[in-house]
């Protein structure tokens, strides 16, 4: 799928770094909102469209080559998750 094609941190230019962030921020946001609407199991469509949503942060960052959210954030995704991730989606 393309993994061992993508960049690292340093090597990323100015553009690609502001984009790389702006969607690690975002998945870190989609996590904590995950997080609780799955504890308060009241707003299953929020949920739902919160899972959909990273799913698709974590296929841009795979498609631009980008590393990972694990190399930006310690609370980030991993490669392995990432794959977990890809992989229920089509379940």
Do not use: K
Not at 85 to 90: G, H, P
């Amino acid at each position: 799928m393309g993994l061992d094609r993508r960049q690292r941190i340093g090597d990323l230019n100015l553009r690609d770094f502001c984009l790389y962030r702006a969607i690690c921020l975002e998945l870190e946001a989609l996590e904590e909102a995950i997080e609780v609407h799955g504890l308060l199991g009241q707003d299953f469509l929020e949920l739902s469209v919160a899972m959909r949503d990273r799913r698709l942060m974590v296929e841009w960052l795979i498609d631009l080559h980008l590393p990972p959210s694990s190399d930006y954030s310690d609370t980030g995704i991993t490669p392995e998750l990432e794959q977990q991730l890809l992989a229920q989606a089509l379940d």
